[in-house]
């Protein structure tokens, strides 16, 4: 059996979601950025052993957490 990237992306987004809580910030200041796609912040992780741990993935984008903001900035400017 052949590795399978895209399916094996989507399950370690989705294992990423059960250990993290994030949620919708609107309160968020994006210096002055309306688009709702970056005021998602991670509000607590869930549980879990440490050495288990998946790390963050931006919710909309499934990119590492972080990653979809430096691509936003990078063509805003």
Excluded at 25 to 36: E, R, S, V, W
């Amino acid at each position: 059996m052949r590795a399978d990237f895209y399916h094996t992306l989507y399950s370690l987004a989705g294992l990423s979601a059960t250990q993290h809580r994030y949620i919708l910030d609107a309160g968020i200041d994006n210096g002055g950025d309306k688009d709702l796609a970056f005021k998602w912040k991670v509000d607590r992780e869930v549980g879990g052993d440490k050495g288990d741990e998946v790390g963050t993935v931006h919710p909309l984008f499934v990119l590492p957490w972080g990653d979809a903001e430096r691509i936003r900035r990078y063509f805003v400017n």
